[in-house]
């Protein structure tokens, strides 16, 4: 199985910065696709930025020129710098990984417990 733990959200005001990580461990063949998603409160989850194995990268229109999501293969780590941040921006942010458990496995789903992030006025 995979485990997901996200760290770095918090309080910030509008205009701040804030990285987010999200770290996977477990025992699992292969790690593909690493995504970022928002929930803001009485919302749906939506995407906020994805990135493939190999690194190329896909945002939501809202956070395009403002967040950056990378990932650290050695690790087994993805993080996401948000800048500018906006009071909209506030919500759940959830990191999902799609893993392989072993070789020739589907590429399965998995999410973290996500991490609160709030940015005031």
């Known amino acids: 199985q995979v485990q997901l733990v996200e760290s770095g959200g918090g309080l910030v005001q509008a205009g701040g910065s804030l990285r987010l990580s999200c770290a996977a461990s477990?025992?699992?063949?292969?790690?593909?696709?690493m995504s970022w998603y928002r929930q803001a409160p009485g919302k749906q989850r939506d995407l906020v930025a994805s990135?493939?194995?190999?690194?190329?990268?896909h945002y939501a229109n809202s956070v395009k020129g403002r967040f950056t999501i990378s990932r650290d293969n050695h690790k087994n780590t993805v993080y996401l710098q948000m800048n500018s941040l906006k009071p909209e921006d506030t919500g759940v942010y959830y990191c999902?990984?799609?893993?392989?458990?072993?070789?020739?496995?589907?590429?399965?789903?998995?999410w973290g417990q996500g991490t609160q992030v709030t940015v005031s006025t």
């Open positions: 999902m990984a799609q893993a392989q458990l072993y070789y020739g496995d589907v590429s399965r789903e998995n």
């Open positions: 477990g025992r699992f063949f292969s790690l593909n696709d």
């Open positions: 990135i493939t194995s190999t690194a190329p990268t």
